[in-house]
């Protein structure tokens, strides 16, 4: 159990464009779900974290209207990258968490993107 | 504000060779410490969660331990599909994580 999937695994767009990752919680309800951003050899960074119905809660310094996210349903967070630039390239990771404060999360493959 | 340290930043074992990862944190109210194994180009697969100090809890060829201040994950006699960056967090009283920068585990036969 506690199987998170996020789709796609790897993207590449133009620069300009939007890209939407998905993030699903496969066989439980997520209560919370988190987005980060990893760059290579380093830990992650976390960009937002969500609650499902509610606004997403933005992190010090990560644009709200460039990364919108959506928590529309207790297994299905979405993440857009809108009017990417290649300095957005990255590794995205989202994780979901099915108890309250204290319980472990469980993270997705991650979304390699690379903006061109 | 709450902080995560890891050490070593990277480690290179003999197969077979035990040693141990530490994990230092400062937090305001421990909620839950976790350890999670990160494999190039995945997401971090989760390991263990401890709740107060004393507790320990163990996987295969891992064992992981808590104190008030800081963590250690024993891994005995390693293998090398154990090599991989191994993530500690913390929860405290907010709902977020506090990762830590990791450690690089290889393991060479």
């Known amino acids: 159990g506690a199987v998170v999937s996020q789709h796609p695994s790897w993207v590449i767009c133009k620069s300009g464009t939007s890209v939407k990752i998905e993030c699903r919680s496969l066989?439980?309800?997520?209560?919370?779900m988190f987005w980060y951003r990893q760059f290579p050899k380093q830990s992650l960074m976390l960009m937002a974290t969500?609650?499902?119905?509610?606004?997403?809660?933005?992190e010090q310094g990560v644009e709200k209207d460039k990364f919108l996210i959506n928590h529309a349903s207790l297994t299905l967070s979405t993440l857009t990258v809108t009017s990417a630039h290649p300095e957005d390239s990255s590794f995205y990771i989202c994780?979901?968490?099915?108890?309250?404060?204290?319980?472990?999360?469980?993270f997705g493959q991650g979304t390699r993107l690379t903006v061109v | 504000e709450d902080q995560v340290t890891q050490s070593p930043e990277a480690l290179r074992l003999q197969e077979g060779e035990s040693s141990s990862l530490n994990c230092s944190y400062t937090?305001?109210?421990?909620?839950?410490l976790f350890w999670y194994r990160q494999d190039p180009g995945k997401g971090p697969e989760f390991l263990f969660t401890?709740?107060?100090a004393g507790e320990e809890k163990e996987k295969e060829r891992l064992k992981a331990t808590l104190t008030k201040k800081e963590s250690f994950l024993h891994i005995t006699a390693p293998k090398p599909e154990d090599s991989a960056t191994y993530l500690c967090?913390?929860?405290?009283?907010?709902?977020?994580?506090?990762f830590g920068p990791g450690t690089r585990l290889s393991v060479l036969p």
């Open positions: 937090v305001s109210g421990l909620r839950g």
């Open positions: 066989d439980f309800q997520a209560t919370t």
């Open positions: 967090a913390v929860q405290a009283r907010g709902q977020n994580f506090v």
């Open positions: 969500s609650n499902e119905g509610s606004k997403a809660t933005y």
């Open positions: 994780s979901a968490r099915k108890g309250t404060a204290g319980t472990e999360a469980f």
């Open positions: 401890l709740y107060s």
